[in-house]
């Protein structure tokens, strides 16, 4: 399955939601969730991110909740997070608060239940992104 990738010069406000991979190389003002979040150098995301995994190249604030979670040097993350498994590289900043779990996917303000109900729809064709609005 090919990524989605959000342009750099695209602004979303509103949630992503799928049930393949995501490219970030823009700006989210929203809450992700998909298989594998990937946040390119220059991308930006405001909001919450819930995924399998999740890679961080460029700018996240808000928090993220995945199995694995990369922080790449120059990556620059203000976000509380839950994890199986994390990545710190050297030169990669991070502010907020570290939380390791089981099943970092449960522990999600957004429920894990909404995310598999939304994905079960993407997966029919019925939904490809929900409440995407793009910016005036």
Not at 19 to 35: A, D, K, L, R, W
């Amino acid at each position: 399955m090919s990524a989605v990738v959000i342009g750099e010069e695209v602004t979303i406000t509103g949630n992503i939601i799928t049930s393949g991979p995501i490219q970030v190389e823009g700006n989210v003002q929203g809450h992700i969730f998909g298989s594998e979040v990937i946040i390119s150098k220059g991308g930006q995301v405001s909001g919450g991110i819930v995924a399998e995994k999740v890679t961080v190249y460029g700018s996240v604030s808000g928090s993220i909740n995945a199995l694995s979670i990369i922080l790449e040097p120059g990556s620059h993350t203000e976000a509380d997070l839950c994890h199986r498994e994390l990545t710190l590289e050297l030169h990669s900043y991070f502010e907020g608060k570290s939380r390791q779990s089981e099943n970092p996917l449960s522990r999600t303000m957004l429920r894990l239940e909404t995310f598999r109900q939304a994905t079960a729809a993407a997966d029919t064709g019925k939904w490809k992104l929900i409440e995407a609005k793009h910016a005036a």
